[in-house]
């Protein structure tokens, strides 16, 4: 990371949009001086504006009992009725919400009316189920046009979801159908990557029932199946039904009941410094508010003529607020694409990019270096030309990266936004506004207006320009976390204790000498590979979970193409040598045991077989040490090891390998 740091440190070139940009464009500086006056009463404006209240709100934000905010919690409004019914009423209904493209080239075309009229029929299904306001449902879906019915279907009646991504394990399914107490799951028998059926069935059958030490799940009565894959499934009877069945018997009639704005829409897993993923709670009339604000400002979205094409799987963050709420609050037009970036050929999203004639496109850096590698001849074999605006999120985007995607894929017109965000604050804090920002390679740079953002020393104190620190959120804002599901005390500690009053991100973060916020990644033993958290914690105890393990330690080690790679050094018990030496090749057994506890996207890089790890005198690991190693830098101070030959001993055993 440090190389990649000295060079964010040394980048001053800066790129104004052009005039036409700027002349065209939807949003202006003023918005920073609205809420530079009144930074609730500019809240209030966006909420009423860019959403329909069936009871509108007098109270914008109480922050009477801190760290629980409310926003707008006197007002009633429907999320679903918000995002659909309104833009058909408002004669939209002919209008494309989604292209959908599978990844065998199969297509769907999706408008606000049709998409309105799948979301009425899949509310009535899942109350026939039982669901109503105070009920969890869990999604477990491919890329399709119903991951995003099932998740407006739960919001329209009330209650919350839970969108599990594809790429977690059945155990990882199991640990949040059990949190949240999930009444239903929705998945499918199988989806498309990577040009074969991938199940997913199987997993959330292997989740429900009893295994090892563990009972069969309690709370879900039932598991409505799309089908997608065409492959065989298991079906368990009186508890498994057909989507298309359930749809074809339902009726397409369905009044939206509006629910407070404080009605929570979703939980969202996410990895935290401790092995048990986090719950992230979102609720509805702030969350939704910020997510269209930003989605409008930073996209500079012309509804009637933008196409806009995040590629995040709706399992993440940035799908939720920028697939599905974010966009379609704005009766926004996109692409929903089901598979892999590579296949069945490498040019395959400029290909969509052409079909479509996409003009908004955002995605991550990981994805924008791997093309990079590919090399520039992919890309330019397809006509571009409708782009105006890109996006980048998830992690620091270097400015070699950067530029590559400014002048390969933005033809050096199209303004970059590199949008600076987490889970917890649910929609964009930090980036540039198009039309407004001169832009800086490698900067995520302001705060967006009305957000409250500043770099602190351990004490708490501004570091001011030209220096570095933590990032922190100085003031609550609409779309932020509400808490922890289930455990408010973990909330007030991970993110509130450390300051007191300021929301602590968890990153750092430099301010240079105009003001502009640099992120320099995760100060904790958060890792962040392709743009994923994974948290060292989690990975570490799926590993010792393994009979081979006595010890494990994890780090994030910096990787060219993935940001970070996940490096894992593991002791062997001392019973199980024997054992172990037998297995041809021990760090492949232990990577895919971690694959399989978690998921795919969780498994190490490598795995290292070690005799000791480098530990304090209070047996605290030196994660530092050991990151230098994976790194191949020479490994810095040892003088606090209890023992300082261990480095020696470790670095051997890794170069020898
Ligand atoms: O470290 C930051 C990094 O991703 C973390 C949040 O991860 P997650 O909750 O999974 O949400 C990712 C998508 C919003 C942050 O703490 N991160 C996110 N965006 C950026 C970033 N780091 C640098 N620059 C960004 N633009």
Known sequence: MNTQIDNLLHEYRKFPPSEKFSREAEVSADLYDEAKADRLEFW??????????????????????????????????????????????????????????????????????????????????????????????????????????????????????????????????????????????????????????????PAVDAALEARGDLGPQETVTNVLVVKRGENEVDWTENRDLWWHDEMAKASAEHDAEAFEAENPLFILYTSGTTGKPKGILHTSGGYLTQCAFTHKAVFDLKPESDVFWCTADVGWITGHSYVVYGPLANGTTQVLYEGTPDTPHPGRWWEIIEKYKVTTFYTAPTAIRSFMKLGRKIPKKFDLSSIRLLGSVGEPINPEAWMWYRKVIGAKAAPIVDTWWQTETGAIMISALPAVTETKPGSAQVPIPGIAIDVVDEAGVPVGADSGGLLVVTEPWPAMLRGI?????????????????????????????EGDIWLLGRVDDVMNVSGHRLSTAEIESALVAHPFTAEAAVVGASDETTGQAVVAFVIIKESMLEESAAVEDIAAVLRSHVGEQIGPIARPRDVFVVNELPKTRSGKIMRRLLRDVAEGREVGDTTTLADTTVMQIITGQVTAK
Not at 168 to 187: E, P, Q, W
């Open 485 to 513: 599901w289930g455990d408010p005390e973990r909330y007030k500690e991970t993110y509130w204790e450390k300051f007191g009053d300021k929301y602590f991100a968890g990153d750092g973060a430099r301010l240079d000498h």
């Open 44 to 201: 209030a404006r966006q909420a009423r504006e860019l959403l329909h209240w069936d009871t509108p709100f007098t109270r914008t934000l109480d922050w009477t009992n801190p760290p629980f905010a409310k926003w707008f919690d006197d007002g009633k409004l429907n999320v679903a009725y918000n995002c659909l019914d309104r833009h058909v009423e408002a004669g939209n209904g002919s209008r494309v919400a989604f292209h959908w493209e599978g990844e065998q080239g199969d297509t769907r075309t999706v408008t606000y009316a049709e998409l309105t009229e799948e979301v009425k029929r899949a509310a009535n299904v899942l109350a026939g189920l039982g669901i109503g306001q105070g009920d969890r449902v869990a999604i477990y879906l491919p890329m399709i046009p119903e991951a995003v019915i099932s998740m407006l279907a739960v919001a329209r009646l009330g209650a919350a979801h839970s969108v599990i991504f594809g790429g977690f394990s059945a155990d990882s399914i199991r640990s949040r159908v059990d949190d949240a107490s999930a009444k239903l799951v929705i998945t499918a028998d199988g989806g498309w990557r990577k040009g074969k059926v991938s199940a997913l069935k």
